[in-house]
């Protein structure tokens, strides 16, 4: 690729983490910014960032506003915006927002209990069934969500539960692709002559899983709850079917029916625009803040050796 | 559970231990069973049903689940709207996954690369729209696409040039595309870099010694050692792109460009809950899900023995 001298300035920050110290400015032979290779990724990076800085600004517009001034100006209507959005409905909104935190919030939490229990007999102990176990559950990954939702659906309303909380939160505790991180961090995390200690000193088979193994295991148990947590938090379909009162609706539903009314009433795009910049903070400010102490390899099943 | 452990411990055998896998084990089976397992045998019994109406329809007894046999599947194979929907999707397909594998590999191959600036920053920045709901990120999108507030009709307005429908015909596929491309590239784009950064320093140490550009080790070293990642993003790819549903769905109220039954999963959802047929919408759901299976898996075996190939060379 080519690579053209880097201009004063850049040479002159620090280098940025993750480069070999010295690469910047070592006096041997300089490694110089290359230009072209720096650019594409800032602009994929631009590219990524657009819709949310035009959400940003757009939540700041009134609706005669948003239909009449430049995209990116900002206007002058947030407060009022956040005012009407929580009006709306006697607050149906913020309903919404604590829907979407219960169902992704205690569905991942479970998702990763079971992942974990499940990783772990798969990862830590030989017995009669288990690769046939482990083959089965990890089909399910490639069951379409639409092959399931119609009979699940059938089926809660048979056992009387369609439209309940339960209804959304049940069928998404198990994942299968959870299972499987699951036993690949077991499997990489915990050293088995541990666990044989453990037994030498009398422990039993659930104390040595919950004060050994699940220790261990923590960074990869994270993982699992922000994947679960995200795929939960962005599902559409299950709710969307499932769901009839929209007092129970998650986030996703809602803002849909209410841009769904809003091609009736364009005087709602702008609670849509207000409420859907209040929905995706939360997600981000979450990534912000964990991508410190966590990786997001781990996403991906990447164990460290 | 709790008496097996004291069984164990009192006894010190393996009892406890061989009947401890079964115990973590329980809550996945069941799950499994009750969530997938159950749901699929029920569809498939569903869409070899269908309901019979004797009369007018009224009264009880006028209404009776009897099989249909393949009934429901001659319809869904011979139905010219569900054939129109998979075209689409295929045509949308064949624009999202290839753009968005090949971006999420270039943006990796240039994480991975020493001299490039700002990676942490740029890699975030790539990855946030995986935090972002399929039908939050059409709803931002589809207001970028509406004429009155999009910043691409404004620019083209000053230029006075006509500004296109970004929300019909064939500007529609490319505009939805551009959301499942913006969507997904981040999280493709880990699980290759991840794959990268697993290959041992001493494989790029040989080909530079021989003098090999960074454009050439990434070509000739690089791409195909992460090969397999690529396959297996390729393969999940193809299943999302099948089964579109919130994207479209969320544009439909800003456009009449988008039909209730623009892709198949749209009309099994129309079938099964605004038409209230739910065997013909079970049918077309096995349907969909077969041909999901076949086309993923047929693709991933071209992957594969156009990767082991290369391997032999």
């Known amino acids: 690729m080519t690579t053209l001298a880097a201009p004063p300035s850049a040479r002159k920050r620090p280098p940025a983490a993750g480069t070999t110290p010295g690469t910047a400015q070592g006096p041997p032979r300089p490694r110089r910014t290359a230009l072209l290779p720096t650019a594409v990724l800032a602009l994929g990076a631009l590219y990524c960032l657009l819709p949310v800085a035009w959400v940003l600004v757009a939540s700041t517009k009134s609706g005669t506003e948003l239909f009449s001034t430049f995209s990116f100006l900002p206007g002058t209507g947030f407060t009022g915006n956040v005012t009407d959005l929580s009006a709306h409905r006697d607050g149906v909104y913020w309903q919404w927002m604590a829907n979407s935190l219960l169902y992704a919030g205690l569905g991942a939490v479970l998702s990763t209990a079971v992942s974990a229990c499940a990783g772990y007999a798969l990862a830590m102990y030989r017995f009669r069934g288990r690769e046939t176990v482990f083959h089965v559950i990890l089909a399910g990954v490639l069951v379409p969500p639409v092959i399931l939702a119609i009979p699940q659906y059938l089926l809660m309303a048979e056992a009387g539960m369609a439209d309940t909380r339960l209804s959304v939160l049940l069928p998404l505790i198990l994942s299968p692709y959870g299972v499987y991180l699951g036993r690949i961090y077991a499997r990489a995390a915990i050293p088995a002559e541990l666990i044989e200690a453990g037994r030498m000193d009398g422990a039993g088979e659930g104390r040595i899983f919950l004060r050994i193994a699940v220790p261990m295991m923590a960074p990869g148990l994270v993982t699992i709850f922000l994947f679960q947590f995200v795929a939960i938090w962005n599902n559409f379909l299950l709710p969307y079917i499932m769901l009839g009162d929209d007092t129970k609706f998650p986030m996703t539903v809602g803002l849909f029916t209410l841009l769904a009314q809003g091609s009736n009433t364009p005087a709602l795009y702008t609670l849509v625009i207000t409420g859907a910049l209040l929905a995706i903070a939360p997600l981000i400010a979450l990534f912000l803040v964990i991508q410190r102490f966590w990786s997001l390899d781990l996403l991906s099943g990447a164990v460290k050796s | ?284 759901a096995v349907v969909l899900a077969a041909a999901t299976f076949v086309l993923s898996f047929g693709l991933l075996r071209l992957a594969n023995s156009r990767t082991a190939q290369g391997e032999t060379r």
């Not at chain 2, 809550?27 to 070899?48: D, K, M, N, Q, R």
């Not at chain 2, 270039?106 to 994480?111: E, N, Q, R, T």
Request: hydrophobic share 50%; no cysteine.
């Open chain 2, 1 to 284: 559970m709790t008496t097996n452990h004291r069984a164990a411990r009192r006894r010190g055998t393996a009892y406890g231990v061989k009947a401890a896998p079964y115990g973590f084990l329980a809550p996945a089976v069941v799950l499994f069973a009750l969530f997938f397992a159950l749901p699929i045998g029920y569809a498939l019994w569903l869409s070899l049903r269908k309901i019979e109406i004797s009369g007018l329809g009224l009264g009880k007894g006028a209404r009776q689940e009897v099989w249909a046999g393949l009934e429901n599947y001659t319809a869904t194979l011979t139905d010219a709207e569900l054939g129109h929907g998979a075209l689409r999707v295929l045509g949308y397909g064949a624009i999202v996954v290839p753009v968005m594998l090949g971006l999420a590999l270039l943006f990796a191959l240039l994480l991975d690369s020493e001299r490039v600036r700002a990676r942490s920053f740029s890699r975030l920045a790539i990855f946030l729209p995986y935090a972002i709901p399929g039908v939050i990120a059409a709803l931002l999108w589809g207001f970028l696409y509406l004429p009155d507030v999009s910043p691409f009709h404004y620019a083209l307005d000053r230029l006075g040039l006509p500004g296109p429908d970004l929300l019909d015909g064939g500007p529609l596929f490319l505009s939805l595309a551009n959301i499942a491309v913006w969507g997904g590239t981040g999280f493709n784009m880990i699980v290759i870099y991840t794959s990268l950064r697993s290959i041992p320093a001493e494989v790029y140490e040989a080909a530079k010694l021989d003098g090999a550009s960074p454009l050439q080790i990434a070509l000739r070293v690089k791409i195909p050692m992460v090969a397999p990642s690529l396959v297996l993003t390729f393969f999940f790819s193809v299943i999302a792109t099948l089964q579109v549903f919130s994207e479209p769905t969320t544009l439909k109220p800003l456009t009449n460009g988008v039909s209730t039954t623009w892709s198949p999963l749209m009309k099994v959802y129309n079938d099964a809950f605004v038409n209230g047929n739910i065997h013909a919408a079970s049918a077309t």
